[in-house]
C-alpha cells in the first residue's frame, strides 16, 4: 500500500510509519511541527518508500499520485496546562486538526477510493460513569469545560468519519487510543510517564498529585502499533477500544519507576492536582478489539517501562 499518515513526526505516527515501511508499504508522511518532532523521522532520512509533507492538516491536503489508505494522527495530544505542547495551550489548533483537518484527510480518502483510519482517543468517554469503558458507552463529557477542546474535536471526528462512511461509503476505521507510553514522547509533553521518568533519572522525588489511588492503564506503544496496523486491514467499521485493561495507580506506578531506575529519593506527595474533569479512574474494555483483531497487549508494564526508561536516559544524556 502507499499510506498517508498525518502527524507523521509525532509519538505514534512515527512509530506508525516504522511499522508500514518495515511491512514493506509505502509512507507518505505529512506534519507541520507544531507538536511533533522532526528527530522522530530521523531514522527514515534516505528511505526511497518515504516521502514528507511539511504542512498543516486542516489546510487543503493534495497528494499526487495512488492513495491506498489515509491514516488521521495529526493533533496535540497533552492535556498538561504547563506544557508548550499541551492543547489548553493550542486550543483553536486542536479544534481545527480534529475537524478541518478530519474532513480534509477523509476527502482525500475519497478522492482516491482508499481507506481511512482516525486515531481518536479514551477522552471520547470523559470522566467515565461506566467502568471499564466499552465501545457502546456514549461518555460523560463537558462541551464547554476545560478540556473541550480536544474531547469534542475527537467526538466531531468520529461522527464526521461516519458521516462519510455511510453517505459516501468511505472504507472507514476508528481507533479510541487509551493510555500509551514508550520511546519518542517528548522530554516536556508534561504527561506521567516522561514526568516521573524524568524525575527518577534526575534522582528527585516522584511527585504523586493526591494520594495516588487514581489509575490509569498504560500500553506499550509496539503493541498498541500492532492493534493499528490489525483495524486498518480489517472490516470493522465502528469504534474499538484499543488499550492496556490492567489498572495501576499512579502510587504504584511511581514505585515501579523509581525501583527500574534505581531511584532511591521516594516520592513527594502534592495536594490533587486535576485538570478539568481529569477522570480518576480510566481502563478500556478490550472485547471487541480481542474479537475482531485477534489483539491484546502482550509487553508487560516492567518490560516496557525500563525500554522507555533507557530511551529518556540517552536522551538526557544528549541535553
Known amino acids: 500500500m502507499r ?11 512515527s512509530h506508525l510509519s516504522d511499522r508500514l515501511l518495515a511491512e514493506g508499504h509505502e509512507v507518505v508522511g505529512l ?11 530521523a531514522q527514515l532520512v534516505g528511505n526511497e518508500r518515504f516521502t514528507f509533507i511539511k504542512k498543516d492538516v486542516s489546510e487543503y491536503i493534495f497528494v499526487p ?13 497533552s492535556p498538561n496546562p504547563d ?15 480534529g475537524a478541518l483537518g478530519t474532513h480534509n484527510c477523509l476527502g482525500v480518502s475519497h478522492a482516491h477510493a482508499a481507506r481511512f483510519l482516525l486515531a481518536s482517543t479514551s477522552e471520547v468517554y470523559g ?21 473541550s477542546m480536544y474531547d ?23 481507533v479510541r487510543i487509551f493510555n500509551t507510553y514508550g520511546p519518542r514522547m517528548r522530554l516536556d509533553d508534561g504527561r506521567v510517564v ?7 533519572l534526575r534522582g528527585e522525588p516522584l511527585t504523586v498529585y493526591g494520594d495516588g489511588t487514581q489509575t490509569r492503564s498504560f500500553c506499550y506503544v509496539d503493541d498498541l502499533i500492532e492493534g493499528i496496523y490489525r483495524l486498518l486491514l480489517s472490516d470493522e467499521h465502528l469504534p474499538v477500544n484499543l488499550g492496556n485493561p490492567t489498572e495501576t495507580s499512579i502510587l504504584e506506578f511511581a514505585k515501579i519507576i523509581n525501583r527500574l531506575a534505581g531511584n532511591s529519593a521516594g516520592l513527594d506527595y502534592q495536594p490533587d492536582k486535576r485538570f478539568g474533569n481529569d477522570p480518576q479512574r480510566r481502563c478500556p474494555d478490550i472485547s471487541r478489539a480481542r474479537t475482531l483483531l485477534n489483539w491484546e497487549p502482550k509487553v508487560d508494564l516492567e518490560a516496557g517501562l525500563s525500554r522507555t526508561i533507557d530511551y529518556f536516559k540517552n536522551k538526557l544524556v544528549a541535553q
Open 194 to 200: 516522561p514526568n516521573m521518568v524524568q524525575q527518577a
Open 3 to 13: 499510506v498517508l499518515i498525518t502527524g507523521a513526526a509525532g509519538f505514534l505516527g
Open 83 to 97: 506544557s508548550p505542547y499541551g492543547y489548553p495551550n493550542l486550543r483553536i489548533q486542536t479544534m481545527k486538526a
Open 65 to 77: 499520485g495512488r492513495l491506498d489508505a489515509v491514516m488521521h494522527f495529526a493533533s496535540p495530544a
Open 31 to 41: 506534519d507541520n511541527f507544531i507538536t511533533g518532532n522532526p528527530a522522530n523521522l
Open 152 to 174: 469534542e474535536a475527537k467526538r466531531f471526528a468520529e461522527a464526521m468519519t461516519m458521516a462519510y462512511y455511510h453517505a459516501h461509503e468511505v472504507d472507514t476505521h476508528i
Open 127 to 147: 470522566d467515565p460513569l461506566e467502568h471499564p469503558q466499552t465501545e457502546n458507552y456514549w461518555g460523560h463529557v463537558d462541551p464547554v469545560g476545560p478540556r
